[in-house]
């Protein structure tokens, strides 16, 4: 019996090991080795200053920026630890609530502005993390954008159609306009 109770000792604390410590240790000196600025958060830097990660949204409220998805992740938004869509079924009040503030929200900061809202720019996305909206909603933004930095529509407008990624392959997924990357071309323009 105690040849049985040494052996799954032995195993136990080989796996823990082998499981706990070295594959771990392989994967990440792997990782660092063949993909460093993705192991490392795939982070951009703007004068020497890491100021986002690729894959997470950020909060812009500025009326010169353009906005991303909401996020309602906890206990602030765009919280990477605590991702997670609000759960709110279409007919909930309280969706519906939120929803016309962010409706009111939009609106406040561009009353001039007629063309349809965009459903993603007034709900969250399941993670409540993309980095992405529609380019309808990146286009929506053009007026507030323009008028808030008095640069052009045309110009603006030019830049969003620039920053549009196409479905890969031509058949997966959306177009999609990558929130950062689109405020970090506008910050370069002045």
Same mark, same amino acid.
């Given at each position: 019996?105690?040849?049985? +109770? ?15 410590? =070295?594959?771990?240790?392989? +994967?990440?000196?792997? &990782? ?14 703007? %004068?020497?200053?890491? #100021?986002?990660?690729?894959? =997470? ?25 605590? &991702? ?9 009040? @309280? ?23 965009? +459903? ?21 933004? =053009? ?12 110009? +603006? ?13 031509? #058949? ?10 689109? %405020?970090?071309?506008? @910050?370069?323009?002045?």
């Amino acid at each position: 019996m105690w040849q049985q +109770v040494r052996t799954a000792v032995f195993l136990f604390a080989a796996i823990t090991i082998l499981t706990g410590v =070295v594959y771990p240790l392989v +994967v990440t000196g792997v &990782s660092q080795a063949l993909f460093p600025r993705q192991a490392n958060g795939s982070l951009f830097e703007a %004068n020497g200053i890491k #100021i986002a990660s690729e894959f =997470v949204g950020q909060p812009f409220s500025d009326p010169r920026y353009f906005w991303g998805r909401p996020s309602v992740t906890t206990p602030v938004t765009y919280n990477g630890a605590h &991702s997670a869509g609000s759960n709110l079924g279409p007919s909930n009040n @309280d969706l519906k609530a939120a929803v016309q503030k962010r409706i009111d929200a939009l609106l406040s900061f561009d009353p001039g502005n007629h063309l349809p809202i965009p +459903v993603d720019l007034v709900t969250a996305s399941g993670s409540g993390l993309d980095p992405h909206i529609s380019p309808a909603s990146a286009l929506y933004q =053009v007026s507030r954008v323009a008028k808030a930095r008095g640069i052009d529509k045309v110009i +603006v407008e030019a830049l969003v159609l620039s920053h549009i990624k196409r479905r890969p392959f031509g #058949i997966f997924g959306e177009p999609t306009v990558h929130v950062i990357h689109l %405020n970090m071309a506008l @910050d370069t323009m002045r």
